[in-house]
T-cell receptor, first 112, second 116 residues
Framework: GENVEQHPSTLSVQEGDSAVIKCTYS??????FPWYKQELGKGPQLIID?????GEKKDQRIAVTLNKTAKHFSLHITETQPEDSAVYFC???????????FGTGTSLTVIP | GAVVSQHPSRVICKSGTSVKIECRSL??????MFWYRQFPKQSLMLMAT?????????EQGVEKDKFLINHASLTLSTLTVTSAHPEDSSFYIC????????????FGPGTRLTVL
């Protein structure tokens, strides 16, 4: 089955700096890679996703890059703000409609 | 946008009792829903796939008699934790894919179960 690894487990950055979270996956059949933000006591919220037919996707301060050959993908948050503080999970799936295999999560703290 | 709801948001029960958690897709139909379990400061682990009109598919190591899943309609799946014990205390989250537009999967807000 799919195995998704995520690093780092914790990340602290100064407000305004960039944050990068990296994930690797094992199953070459995976084609859909979403990133979720989870606040304490709440369900995950999709922040950005990427499909295997593109290498990069950007949405304002958030970007995701995908290297299918190396089986890794990364989340980039620029100009971080205190409200970006949360736990971020990457996931991999064969499609958006199938079960997701989640990474272990990264607790991001943005220091004002 | 599409919304998935869960009820209750939190529940406290005594050991040995059964607890039912509902997952609803509010403005779209979902023939498939997924149930995840999340322990504190850990990742989401897939428990089972709920299929409308057929039996649920359970992940390895998940007891199907312990965690009963019923996909009652195209908008409702229920997870019943039977004879709950303290080790079943966890955050249970459901999700449902919407097959239109960008084909996105939506997660519910989660249910916090505490078994005393």
């Amino acid at each position: 089955g799919e195995n998704v690894e995520q690093h780092p487990s914790t990340l602290s950055v100064q407000e305004g700096d960039s944050a990068v979270i990296k994930c690797t996956y094992s199953d070459s059949a995976s084609n859909y890679f979403p990133w979720y933000k989870q606040e304490l006591g709440k369900g995950p919220q999709l922040i950005i996703d990427i499909r295997s037919n593109v290498g990069e996707k950007k949405d304002q301060r958030i970007a995701v890059t995908l290297n299918k050959t190396a089986k890794h993908f990364s989340l980039h948050i620029t100009e971080t703000q205190p409200e970006d503080s949360a736990v971020y999970f990457c996931a991999a799936s064969v499609s958006a409609g199938n079960q997701f295999y989640f990474g272990t999560g990264t607790s991001l703290t943005v220091i004002p | 946008g599409a919304v998935v709801s869960q009820h209750p948001s939190r529940v406290i029960c005594k050991s040995g009792t059964s607890v039912k958690i509902e997952c609803r897709s509010l403005d779209f139909q979902a023939t498939t829903m997924f149930w995840y379990r999340q322990f504190p400061k850990q990742s989401l682990m897939l428990m089972a796939t709920s299929n409308e009109g057929s039996k649920a598919t359970y992940e390895q190591g998940v007891e199907k008699d312990k965690f009963l899943i019923n996909h009652a309609s195209l908008t409702l799946s229920t997870l019943t934790v039977t004879s709950a014990h303290p080790e079943d205390s966890s955050f249970y989250i459901c999700s449902a894919p919407m097959w239109r537009g960008n084909n996105e999967q939506f997660f519910g807000p989660g249910t916090r179960l505490t078994v005393l």
